[in-house]
């Protein structure tokens, strides 16, 4: 039986704008180049930013939760959703898709598999994202949307906590894939993140209270886990590998879920307060995430006429601010331009 509409919370979209942010952090390549032996602090640093779709994740799973489990149509949910994210997925890969058609696949950082039959290539294309680095999560996400009547069944079960916890288990040992080339491998890796925002939200009014009491102290594990990696791990941030190669546990995975429920645990703490730049950040988190790779194209092409070597931790971080920046200010002018039709072409 449909419920009522659950009430709207500052935290959880203060959230949203704090989800893009990390998913930017990381894109900073190829504007600057940071990367090779590093000092130990940068290390540390990359290790904290790394692997930042994880909030995206959890957010998406709480919000589902929140919003749709209790009212679930999985017709209409999956109309909405494919309008919202297939077709700006579609628009904004059109013009990448046309210059690779017109043999200049560099221009946007595209490899063609030799040998290819043209419809392959095209459908490989679009299955694995390939438009721009990023674009690699809507097809996972679309095929998390197509088996949500399962995942509904799953959050609506007394056993949630524990068919998270039981996925977490291969999540853990599984990695993110390869370049992110693998859809079915990034969903196995992000279904129990999904489900974790999912109970977190079943379970707020428990999880909260002792968040008011633990957010510093998750806040340091997760340093500390940070500080781990950059002393032991051979690359810092993010930890990608082939589905059945031996890798250990992906720690990288564990400090972004306790950094999940640190983040929120502080959002909570100002909910009845509105923090005007992460509310518009919210607002077009998706336009951004749409729109960040022509902007990083962009300016990759310009900049490298003048400043041909941009390497360390302030190119990057300044990288980061001024696509963060443009990125927004053109989601708000395209999304004024298109009027009702913004969120059909770039999501917001």
């Known amino acids: 039986m449909p419920s009522s509409r659950k009430p709207f919370l500052h935290s959880i979209n203060h959230f949203r704008g704090v989800a893009i942010l990390f998913v930017l952090l990381v894109h900073y390549s190829p504007l600057a180049s940071w990367s090779?032996?590093?000092?130990?602090?940068?290390?540390?640093?990359?290790?904290?930013?790394?692997?930042?779709?994880?909030?995206?994740?959890?957010?998406?799973?709480y919000l589902f939760e929140h919003v749709y489990v209790g009212r679930f149509e999985y017709l209409s949910f999956m109309k909405k959703k494919l309008e919202v994210i297939l077709l700006p997925f579609l628009c904004m890969s059109l013009i990448p898709g046309l210059i690779i058609l017109l043999g200049h696949p560099d221009w946007v950082g595209y490899s063609v598999a030799q040998g290819l039959p043209l419809w392959q290539e095209l459908l490989e294309f679009f299955w694995y994202g390939r438009a721009f680095y990023p674009y690699w999560y809507i097809p996972m996400?679309?095929?998390?949307?197509?088996?949500?009547p399962w995942v509904v069944r799953m959050m609506r079960s007394s056993r949630l906590p524990l068919y998270t916890a039981l996925l977490f288990v291969p999540a853990l040992l599984l990695h993110r894939p390869i370049n992110n080339q693998g859809v079915l491998q990034a969903l196995l890796y992000f279904l129990p993140v999904f489900l974790f925002g999912a109970t977190c939200s079943v379970h707020q009014k428990r999880i909260l209270p002792l968040l008011k009491r633990?957010?510093?102290?998750?806040?340091?594990?997760?340093?500390?886990?940070?500080?781990?990696q950059a002393a032991f791990y051979e690359q810092p941030g993010t930890q990608h590998k082939v589905w059945n190669e031996w890798g250990g546990l992906d720690i990288s995975m564990i400090?972004?879920?306790?950094?999940?429920?640190?983040?929120?645990?502080?959002?909570?703490?100002?909910?009845?307060?509105?923090f005007p730049l992460l509310v518009t950040l919210a607002k077009y988190s998706f336009g951004i995430y749409f729109l960040h790779p022509y902007v990083i194209y962009g300016l990759t092409a310009g900049i490298s006429l003048w400043i041909p070597e941009r390497q360390g931790l302030f190119w990057a971080?300044?990288?980061?601010?001024?696509?963060?920046?443009?990125?927004?200010?053109?989601?708000?002018l395209l999304k004024r331009l298109c009027g009702k039709q913004s969120r059909r072409i770039l999501g917001a």
């Open 141 to 148: 996400i679309l095929v998390f949307y197509a088996i949500s």
């Open 317 to 332: 971080m300044g990288s980061v601010v001024v696509i963060s920046s443009l990125s927004l200010l053109l989601s708000m």
């Open 214 to 228: 633990f957010t510093l102290p998750l806040f340091l594990v997760a340093l500390g886990l940070a500080l781990f």
């Open 255 to 274: 400090q972004k879920c306790i950094l999940c429920l640190a983040v929120w645990g502080l959002l909570d703490h100002a909910e009845d307060k509105e």
């Open 36 to 61: 090779g032996e590093l000092p130990y602090h940068e290390r540390v640093i990359k290790s904290l930013i790394g692997n930042g779709t994880i909030f995206f994740a959890w957010i998406t799973g």
